[in-house]
């Protein structure tokens, strides 16, 4: 491993808690498309199949800032243990229902609260932050870790949960994904010396106010809701692509190579000092990851598209570390846990969209015409980058640090570089 990838794991517990976060991070790589290959096997309803995984995307996109919030309030360990067994018991419950062939509305019930799964990834990227506040470049080089770890999750995880849906029995795929959950989340929690203190709402103080009011954060959500209609779309159109040409299997190593774009990205920038202005860089990330998109548009056969997607994947992971940077500038650090969730519902929610449009211009244009629906999505990404980069700008919240004095909910307004952790923020990819 490079050294700066060394250097940060120096801290104790680090090299522990990382650890722990991949494990229960492979649910989210795994659960959608273990539950969908889990009901196209048992009933060959693919609407049905379809319709559950959105419900569960749309719950975990409701239920997950909900749930980041009160870890911010009461620590990690009081909330996300219950919160993680409401998931796994609700995974459980559907497998049974699926199997027992129970009515329908029994299983979107179960896909619901299937959705109260913790946002791992930004547990382990506040540990992270509270270690190396103020020290810019070993936050960078951390947080790119963690988006290589992301992508990791994707190019391995579905994989396993089709294969043991498909090879051993239909609902292997969806259980063993809610064991990772089990195991990452108790092995996480279980390390107390490196989670970060509560931030309990005090009388009078403001706190219970959302870390959406962040005029920062708003154009970062909304953002992150186009790119996840790239996402969503891609991975759908992929698929149909790879079926109309024969080979649908290999839609999966198409898909995973898109990843292993982004995984190789993610690591060379960890590498990289950081230079400029941090909203810069991510309204760079976010136009390149528009124009990636015109090669899926030419690609006339599975070896182009594979080429097409690797290249589209080189500028996921950097832009995904970037607004993780920016995240922890205009959120208050008491909130900063449920801020980082934000992203991964406006992921989500796009994610969904995405899947759904793309699927009804497959059906009617076939899957080369629907790669028009990422392209749309990407310029659309861009616009916003364009229209809210002014509000990225802006000065952001004073840091808790600059006024001990201060209740921890409050934060006035400072100017530009205010706070020890102004310029230490260079996030990454949420998961």
Known sequence: MPSPYRAVFAAPGTLNFSAAGFVG????AMTGIGILTMISELTGRYGLAGALTATLALSAAVLGPQISRMVDRHGQRRVVRPAALVSVVSVGALLLAAREELPDWTLFVCAAGAGAVPSVGALVRARWAEIYRGRP?????AYSLESVVD?????????????LSTVWFPEAGPLLSGLFLLAGVWWLTAQRDTEPAPHPVRRNAGGRSSALRSPGLQVLVAAFTATGVIFGAVDVVTLAFAEEAGHKAASSLALAVYALGSCLAGVVFGLTPLKGDPAR???VGVCAMAVSMIPLQLAG??????????VAGLAIAPTMVTTMALVEAHVPRGKLT???SWTSTGLAVGISLGSSVAGWVVDAHGAAAAYAVPGLAGVLAALIAFLGYSRLRRPVPMREGQREQQDPEEHDQSGPGSGPDRAGRSGQHVA
């Open 281 to 283: 860089r991510w309204l």
């Open 25 to 28: 991070r492979m649910p989210l």
């Open 338 to 340: 449920e801020g980082m």
């Open 301 to 310: 056969n599975l070896p182009l598209l594979a080429g097409a997607l690797f």
């Open 151 to 163: 992508e990791i999750c994707f190019i391995v995880g579905p994989p396993v949960s089709i294969g």
């Open 137 to 141: 470049q070993e936050l960078h080089t």
